[in-house]
C-alpha cells in the first residue's frame, strides 16, 4: 500500500508546526527563566491523572459515574496540582467492554451524559487549565456501530471493507488468537453473509480494516471533529494492533503465547500513522500517546521520535507486566526502568505508570496493601512515579492509596474479559480456584471499583446501588478523611505534583542509577542544569541499606514519607521509606 508523498500542503502544515512548537517552547521558557532547556513542550511537563468515568461520580443516582460527577469534582481534581485528565471513553456503546466497543464515535454514551455534558466538562476543566485527552478506539468498533451494520448486510455493502471479512467457501481461515473470546478465535461466522468477521477482542468488537483510505479518513474525520472541539490529545487504544497481514498467512502454532510478535507494529503501521499526522495532528496542538510500545526499542522510537512525525509517546508494558501473584524483583524493576530511561536519554519521549484501568491497584500490586504498610508504600509508588524522567500517568484512586477489593465470587465481577475467561477456563476444565486468586491480584475490576470519596453509604460514590461494589474499606480509606489529615496520601501526593512542577529537573533531569545491585532500595540522581537531586526508596517492608556516593553528606531534604526532617542523606532506610533530597 503506498502513502501520498511529500506534497505542498504537507509542507505547509510543516512549517506551521515549527512556527507552532516555537511559540510553544518560548512561552514556556519564559515562565522559567535561566533554565535552557531544549525540546520542551507542555505534554513532557504534565502529571497525567486518568478518570474511570464508569466508577468516579454518579450524579444522577443510577449508580454508574457520569459526566456531570466528574464535572461536581473539578476543584477536586485541580487541587491534586494535575495538568491533563485523560477520559477512558464516553462514546455510544453498548458497554460490551466498557466502552471501548463504539457504536458512534460522535455521540455520547448515554450512561455518561449528553454532548452539552462533554462541552460543559471541557469548559471546566479548561477554566481551571486542566487539558482533556480522550480515548480513541479505533482497532475495532462495535457490531452495533452502523458502518458494522451495514458491513454484515451483504457482500457488496459500500462498507463491507470496512472490517476484515473471509468468505466461508473458502473454508475455514488461519487462525488468529483473540484476547477476550471464550474460545480465543478471533473469527466469528456470520450466516447473513456466509463469512467469517475479525475480532481480535470480544465479538462484540470487530476490527476495523485500516487498508481501506475511506475507513482511516472516516477516521481522521472524527477525529478533526474532536479537535474542533478543542480538545488537547488522544490516548491510541491497541493502535499497535491496527495494521494486518491481510494475506493471512498460517502462524506457527503456538504463536498467541506470543502474540504481540505477530500483532504488534506489522509494517505499514507507521504509514497509517504519519498519515494521521498530516491529515489531523499536525493541524491542531494535541498530545498523542500510544498503548503500548510495540516489541522493542526501536518500534517505540519509531512511533514517537519527533522527527517521524507520528506521536509524541507510547506506553511501554514491560514495567508493569513484572509484579505476579507471587512478587517481583526489585532488581528487574531497576533494570526495566533504567533501560527504557537509557534508551530515550537523547531521543523520545516516555510515559511513566503503574497502574491504570486494565490493571491491579497499585498499592496492592507494587506496594503493601497491609494495613501496617498501605499508606507508606503507596507514598513511595507515587514518589517513583513523580520523579522519573517521562510523562507520569497516574490512575484515579491511587491518590488515596485505595487498594484491590479482594472478591472472591465471580459474581462480584463485571469485566466482560474477565467473565469470558472464566467459561473458558470451565470448558478446558481448568483448576478454577487458581483462577480465582489469579483475578483477585491481577483481574481488571480490581481498579474499577468506586472511588472512594467519603465514610457515608457507598463511599459516597452514589445515591443508588453502584455497578460494581464498593471496596469495604471505603470507611477508612476515602477523600474526605484524607483531605484532614496533612500526613495522608492525598496531601502527600499533591506534594509530589508540586514538587514536580517547581523542579524541572525531575521532568527534564539526566537520571543516573545508584546503588545498582541493592536488591531492596531504588536509589537515583536527576541532574539539570546544576540542580541535582537524588531519590531513595525502599521497594520491602524490612529496613534496608543504601550506598550511594554521598555518603551521609548535608543535604537539604525536600520530601519524605515518614515524619521526618534530616539533612543528612542516610544509609539505611525503613520499610518503604521514600526520601528526595536536593544535593546541589
Ligand atoms: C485497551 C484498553 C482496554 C480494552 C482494550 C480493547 O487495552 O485499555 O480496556 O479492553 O484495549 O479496546
Ligand atoms: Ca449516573
Redesign the pocket.
Known amino acids: 500500500m503506498s502513502f501520498p508523498s511529500f506534497s505542498t500542503a504537507h509542507f505547509n502544515s510543516f512549517v506551521a508546526v515549527l512556527l507552532c512548537s516555537f511559540f510553544a517552547t518560548r512561552s514556556l521558557a519564559q515562565t522559567n527563566q535561566g533554565d535552557s532547556i531544549p525540546n520542551r513542550r507542555w505534554w513532557k511537563e504534565a502529571v497525567v491523572y486518568q478518570i474511570y468515568p464508569r466508577s468516579f461520580k454518579d450524579a444522577n443516582g443510577d449508580g454508574i459515574g457520569d459526566l456531570k460527577g466528574i464535572i461536581s469534582k473539578l476543584d477536586y481534581i485541580k487541587n491534586l496540582g494535575v495538568d491533563v485528565v485523560w477520559l ?1 471513553p464516553i462514546y455510544s456503546s453498548p458497554n460490551d ?2 466502552g ?2 463504539v457504536s458512534d464515535y460522535r455521540n455520547i454514551m448515554s450512561d455518561f451524559g449528553t454532548m452539552a455534558d462533554i462541552d460543559a466538562l471541557l469548559k471546566g476543566m479548561h477554566d481551571r487549565g486542566i487539558k482533556l485527552v480522550m480515548d480513541l ?1 479505533v ?2 468498533s462495535s457490531n452495533e456501530h452502523e458502518w458494522f451494520k451495514q458491513s454484515r448486510s451483504s457482500r457488496t455493502s459500500p462498507y463491507r471493507e470496512y472490517y476484515h471479512w473471509w468468505p466461508a467457501e473458502n473454508g475455514k481461515p488461519p487462525y488468529r488468537y483473540s ?2 473470546d471464550v474460545n480465543h478465535d478471533a473469527w466469528m461466522y456470520d450466516k447473513t453473509t456466509n463469512a467469517y468477521y475479525l475480532h481480535y ?1 470480544s465479538r462484540k ?1 470487530p476490527d476495523l480494516n485500516w487498508e481501506n483510505p475511506k475507513l482511516r479518513h472516516e477516521v481522521y474525520d472524527m477525529m478533526k471533529f474532536w479537535a474542533d472541539k478543542g480538545i488537547d490529545g488522544f490516548r491510541m ?2 493502535f499497535q494492533f491496527a495494521r494486518k497481514d491481510t494475506t493471512w498467512p498460517t502462524f506457527p502454532k503456538g504463536f498467541e503465547k506470543n502474540f504481540g510478535q505477530y500483532y504488534y507494529m506489522v509494517p505499514g503501521l507507521h504509514g497509517y500513522l504519519q498519515e494521521m499526522n498530516r491529515e489531523v495532528l499536525s493541524k491542531y496542538d494535541l498530545m498523542t500517546v500510544a ?1 503500548g510500545a510495540g516489541n522493542t526499542y526501536e518500534d517505540a522510537h519509531n512511533m514517537v521520535d519527533a522527527d517521524r512525525h507520528e506521536l509524541d509517546m507510547a506506553y511501554a508494558f514491560d514495567g508493569i507486566d513484572l509484579a505476579k501473584p507471587t512478587g517481583y524483583s526489585i532488581l528487574k524493576f531497576k533494570q526495566v526502568f533504567s533501560k527504557w530511561d537509557n534508551v530515550f536519554a537523547e531521543k523520545g519521549w516516555l510515559s511513566i505508570f503503574l497502574a ?3 490493571q491491579a491497584r497499585l498499592v496492592s500490586r507494587f506496594g503493601n496493601d497491609s494495613p501496617e504498610f498501605r499508606e507508606v508504600s503507596s507514598k513511595m509508588l507515587s514518589t517513583f512515579l513523580m520523579t522519573m524522567r517521562g510523562t507520569p500517568y497516574y490512575y484515579n484512586g491511587d491518590e488515596l492509596g485505595m487498594t484491590n477489593p479482594g472478591f472472591t465470587k465471580i459474581g462480584q465481577y463485571r469485566d466482560k ?1 474477565t467473565l469470558n475467561e472464566y467459561h473458558h477456563q470451565q470448558n478446558i476444565h481448568a483448576d478454577m480456584a487458581k483462577y480465582m486468586k489469579e483475578i483477585a491480584f491481577s483481574g ?1 475490576d480490581n481498579g474499577r471499583t468506586p472511588f472512594q470519596w467519603d465514610g457515608s453509604k457507598n463511599a459516597g460514590f452514589t445515591s443508588g446501588t453502584p455497578w460494581i461494589e464498593v471496596n469495604p474499606n471505603y470507611k477508612t480509606i476515602n477523600a474526605a478523611a484524607q483531605e484532614k489529615d496533612p500526613n495522608s496520601c492525598l496531601n502527600y501526593f499533591r506534594k509530589l505534583t508540586k514538587l514536580r512542577k517547581d523542579n524541572l529537573v525531575f521532568v527534564y533531569g539526566k537520571y543516573t542509577l545508584l546503588d545498582k545491585g541493592n536488591p531492596s532500595v531504588y536509589a537515583y540522581t536527576r541532574e539539570l542544569n546544576g540542580k541535582k537531586m537524588l531519590v531513595m526508596l525502599n521497594f520491602t517492608s524490612k529496613q534496608a541499606s543504601v550506598n550511594t556516593p554521598f555518603g551521609s553528606a548535608n543535604a537539604q531534604m525536600l520530601l519524605c514519607n515518614y515524619d521526618d526532617s534530616t539533612n543528612t542523606v542516610k544509609t539505611i532506610l525503613r520499610p518503604y521509606e521514600a526520601i528526595i533530597y536536593r544535593l546541589q
Open positions: 477512558n467492554d466498557n471501548y466497543d478506539v482497532n475495532h484476547l477476550f477482542f468488537q487504544d491497541a498503548e491504570n484501568h486494565d474479559a481488571r
